[in-house]
């Protein structure tokens, strides 16, 4: 029914891997931004989120994609590649339902990507491996926004081979960590093996391509997971705490399970103690928006998993970058407090 489709849970998708090796730009890419600009030096410092709709990956894949699809949208959270924010980077990886794992086809595995990884194996997220910057290999004539398949039977063979190469050199890689993998298009059960999907974040080549690959992982995903649909009270974790001009202290927050409302009583980890507050506003990014960088919201009386959120409420000055938000119904509240304590 119609209520049902509405309450489908967003998928997590996480963005993670080496630093430099593309993630903001690939999520730049695919949201029509250009998030990469405002960073300070081009590095990422915080974790970001993105939800971005099901019309937006339709266009993006144009005729790659057919069937059916029931996902509403994928949530993208956007790492730092960083070695100084490992904190960030696990925290993400502990958000998500999938992963995307970007490596510099050219610059192979590096030690965050080793680390993002680790971080998926202990999570077991399935992920698919995107190739990024296929267009800096030598000899490349991209077809922009294009299918990967697409360029790549346009490419000399001596192209052609670099790339088949370079994608055996992370199958390789990965073989070591445990994983079995394959080009993508090589690849029939996506459970089994980790599709590679040679990209570049620059051209928009091989987008359509991960994206599809993603859509079939979401889906399945949501098959097996038997919180398909969402009802009950939100969790969620702090990414930021901000003093925002005109608001004060606000948290921006993914909500990864339930719902939450304007005037839901919420527990939120404290500096000293869980912070037990009532929810004032819910301010609601744009669709293919950074939350982390954006100025405008829309302000939403309720809000369903998975979502990136600024919420609103007195107290937050205390709220501590990381911890848990849960909201309490009023005989819970006692409980869930002890919850926050020991999380
Ligand atoms: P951190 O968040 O700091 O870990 O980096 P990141 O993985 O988000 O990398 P980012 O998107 O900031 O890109 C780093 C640099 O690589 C930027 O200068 C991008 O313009 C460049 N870049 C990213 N993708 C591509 C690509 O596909 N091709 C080319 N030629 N350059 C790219
Ligand atoms: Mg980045």
Known sequence: TATETKNLRTPIVCVMGHVDHGKTSL?????????????????T?????????????????GNLM??????????????????AFT??????????????????????????????????????????????KIDRIQGWTPTKNGPFILSYNKQPDYVKTAI?????????????????SDRYDRVRDFTRNVGIVPISAKTGEGIPDLLMVLIGLAQRFLEENLRMTVTGPGVGTVLEVKEERGLGFTIDTILYDGVIKVGDTVVIGGKDKPIVTKIRALLKPAPNR??????????????????????????????????????????????????????
């Open 27 to 43: 999520l730049d890419k695919i949201r029509g931004t250009a998030v990469v600009n405002k960073e300070a030096g081009a590095i």
């Open 45 to 61: 410092q915080h974790i970001g989120a993105t939800e971005v709709p099901l019309s937006t990956i339709r266009s993006l894949c």
């Open 66 to 83: 057919s069937g059916t699809v029931v996902i509403p949208g994928l949530l993208f959270i956007d790492t730092p590649g960083h070695h």
């Open 87 to 132: 904190t960030l980077r696990s925290r993400g990886g502990a958000l998500a339902d999938l992963a995307v794992l970007v490596v510099d086809i050219t610059e192979g595995f590096q030690p965050q990507t080793i680390e993002a990884i680790k971080i998926l194996k202990q999570f077991k997220t399935p992920f698919v491996v995107a190739a990024n």
């Open 164 to 180: 088949e190469t370079r994608t055996y050199e992370l199958v390789g890689k990965l073989s070591d960590l445990g994983f079995s």
């Open 290 to 343: 950074e939350i982390r960088v954006e100025e405008r919201f829309d302000r939403v009386p309720k809000l369903t998993a998975a979502a990136g959120v600024k919420i609103l409420a007195p107290g937050l000055e205390n709220a501590v970058a990381g911890s848990p938000l849960r909201v309490a119904k009023e005989d819970s509240v006692e409980a869930i407090i002890k919850d926050v304590e020991g999380e």
